[in-house]
């Protein structure tokens, strides 16, 4: 099951411009924030992000954003593999818009780890009221505290209301 494992991260450039329909950059390092015994910033490797990560390219005054799912296996290869691009500002992790797909120069600030929004998207919402909940869960895993007759519900499915089974 992918995951999505947080870390901040020192933004980054581009070392190279890239066009809309890019399917790979180039950054000007990948160091962390991790240092190791002599005080050096270390290099990102794939087990920083888990099996899925997000950055977005942003431009210097910061009123021009795209968000990208890439590739963390490739953090250490001299291209990193974009999977997505133009993704949503809503933290839809999957879908790409095509207009959000930029060009961009060469020194463009790229910013990964836990400044995206499809971060939180990833992970489970809690939410409650004080009866059943009667609305269809936006993702599985989701969990629903009934307040009043202290029932938790967990969503297992994305299709009715029905999708939220009683656990307790």
Do not use: H
Request: hydrophobic share 40%; no cysteine; net charge positive.
């Amino acid at each position: 099951m992918p995951y999505i494992k947080p870390i901040s991260i020192p933004q980054k450039s581009l070392t190279k411009s890239i066009t809309s329909s890019s399917s790979t950059i180039k950054l000007n390092n990948i160091k962390s924030w991790k240092k190791n015994s002599l005080g050096a910033f270390i290099d990102l490797v794939a087990g920083d992000f888990g099996t899925r990560a997000f950055g977005a390219f942003r431009n210097a005054t910061g009123t021009i954003l795209e968000i990208v799912e890439f590739d963390p296996s490739t953090i250490a290869d001299a291209s990193i593999t974009l999977l997505k691009r133009g993704l949503s500002f809503d933290g839809d992790p999957d879908t790409e818009v095509a207009a959000y797909k930029l060009n961009w120069p060469a020194g463009t600030i790229f910013m990964a780890g836990t400044d995206i929004p499809q971060l939180i998207n990833s992970y489970s919402q809690i939410t409650n009221g004080t009866a059943a909940p009667t609305t269809t869960p936006a993702k599985v895993g989701n969990l629903y505290i009934d307040t009043v007759a202290k029932k938790l519900y967990i969503a297992v499915g994305v299709s009715s209301s029905a999708d939220w089974i009683i656990t307790n």
